[in-house]
């Protein structure tokens, strides 16, 4: 395994904790969710992808920005400087310098994200509701 996702996984675990999980419970389709975000961004890129998972309101079963306010929690722990964005989409468009860097840590995050979501049990939604910090 990378070491850097290695380093990553204790943040995403508070983080998961914090946004996504109830009672040591994740949705699956969180599962679902950070599973198709990396080939969502090969497809499209990163900025088309974080604007499809940060929408509050969508047909989904579950918040996708929930996922995003997880890996926003992983990107803030990787920064030198006071993050002032309130979104990991308004950090990515307002960063002018390094976008390659920051892309990359922000794959790094959604895989140490992922890792950690399937060591939670997976639950249908019906049985969950996600915390709303």
């Known amino acids: 395994?990378?070491?850097?996702?290695?380093?990553?996984?204790?943040?995403?675990?508070?983080?998961?904790?914090?946004?996504?999980?109830?009672?040591?419970?994740?949705?699956?389709?969180?599962?679902?969710?950070?599973?198709?975000?990396g080939a969502s961004v090969v497809q499209s890129g990163m900025m088309a992808a974080l604007v499809?998972?940060?929408?509050?309101?969508?047909?989904?079963?579950?918040?996708?920005?929930?996922?995003?306010?997880?890996?926003?929690?992983?990107?803030k722990s990787l920064e030198e400087h006071q993050v002032v964005e309130h979104s990991l989409l308004d950090f990515y468009r307002n960063k002018l310098t390094d976008k390659r860097r920051l892309k990359l840590n922000i794959m790094d995050a959604?895989?140490?994200?992922?890792?950690?979501i399937r060591t939670f049990k997976l639950v249908e939604e019906s049985t969950v509701s996600t915390n709303s910090n």
Request: charged residues 25%; without cysteine; neutral net charge.
């Open 1 to 37: 395994m990378n070491q850097k996702i290695d380093n990553l996984i204790p943040i995403a675990f508070r983080a998961v904790e914090d946004k996504l999980a109830t009672n040591g419970q994740v949705s699956r389709q969180y599962n679902g969710y950070i599973a198709s975000f």
């Open 52 to 75: 499809f998972n940060h929408r509050e309101e969508s047909r989904s079963e579950q918040d996708r920005k929930a996922l995003m306010d997880a890996i926003f929690e992983v990107i």
């Open 110 to 116: 959604a895989a140490a994200i992922k890792l950690v």
